[in-house]
């Protein structure tokens, strides 16, 4: 099988387009990443956890809008027509990416990403491999009375676009994505102040403030209430399931008492396959 029969239309967005251009984008689409275009052809790519990495690290104060992505664009990696799914989960491993470019520079055909890989092993492997095989037992959480600021810098720290968050009896209760924060800054940093500018680098730096919205913000406030979970003992077949019914790239792994003992993510699914 050719990667061609499972890939799917890449979504655009112009080179001289603006953080606050693609973030909306990436929202209104439901998407970790987009095509960079220059020319009407590809010149790069630009994800999710790129942008966050960036804005939420970023010393200027230059708003969303005034940033523009060709900061933070990376290098397309294309691949042949022929590829089969088990060589590009291969090449993405040894890279360290998550998507593919099916074509050439002048024809790009589709792009392929680990949730296609996801696909892939749910319609064609057996029932036999089990998510305790194959979960990763380390993972980074925080608490859901720790101040923005501290989750924030926690996630730039372990360079994660998305954190775990557990309540005093250490039982996991939800997750902050950097899409959550996008939000945030998208709805505040419309905003204007007394002197009718937008306040969207104010917003920004407020992630990382020791005082005033960073510190006064918990994580409860903004965390994605609730998880999604599989016990340890289950199919590696339905962990997939669970990724591509609910869109996330990492499922919480529990044990015989119900605590937490991992995640088991679109990575380790592309671990299985290779």
Excluded: W
């Excluded at 060709?70 to 088990?86: A, C, L, Q, W």
């Excluded at 590009?88 to 296609?116: P, Q, R, Y």
């Amino acid at each position: 099988m050719s990667v061609t029969n499972i890939c799917k239309k890449p979504i655009s967005i112009l080179k001289n387009s603006t953080m606050s251009d693609a973030i909306t984008k990436l929202l209104e689409n439901n998407l970790s990443r987009l095509i960079v275009l220059e020319d009407r052809k590809p010149v790069g790519i630009i994800s999710e956890k790129d942008i966050g990495l960036f804005l939420f690290s970023d010393t200027t104060n230059q708003g969303l809008d005034n940033i523009l992505i060709n900061k933070i664009t990376k290098s397309i990696v294309f691949v042949e027509e022929s590829i089969t799914p088990k060589n590009a989960a291969k090449m993405m491993l040894e890279l360290g990416i998550s998507s593919l470019a099916i074509g050439t520079h002048d024809n790009v055909k589709g792009i392929f990403t680990k949730t296609d890989l996801v696909k892939h092993y749910l319609e064609n492997y057996s029932e036999n491999r089990r998510v305790v095989d194959f979960m990763t037992h380390d993972y980074i959480f925080t608490h859901t009375a720790a101040p923005l600021f501290k989750v924030v810098r926690k996630m730039l720290e372990n360079k994660i676009s998305r954190i775990f968050v557990k309540d005093q009896n250490e039982k996991p209760v939800g997750l902050i994505s950097f899409r959550d924060l996008f939000r945030i800054s998208i709805e505040l940093g419309s905003e204007e102040d007394d002197s009718g500018f937008t306040i969207s680098e104010q917003i920004r730096k407020g992630f990382l403030s020791e005082k005033g919205f960073g510190s006064i913000t918990l994580a409860r406030d903004i965390m994605s209430k609730g998880i999604v979970s599989i016990k340890f003992n289950e199919s590696l077949k339905d962990a997939c399931d669970l990724l591509l019914k609910n869109n996330i790239s990492g499922v919480a792994v529990l044990d015989g008492n119900n605590s937490m003992v991992g995640i088991i993510s679109k990575t380790d699914i592309i671990k299985a396959i290779t």
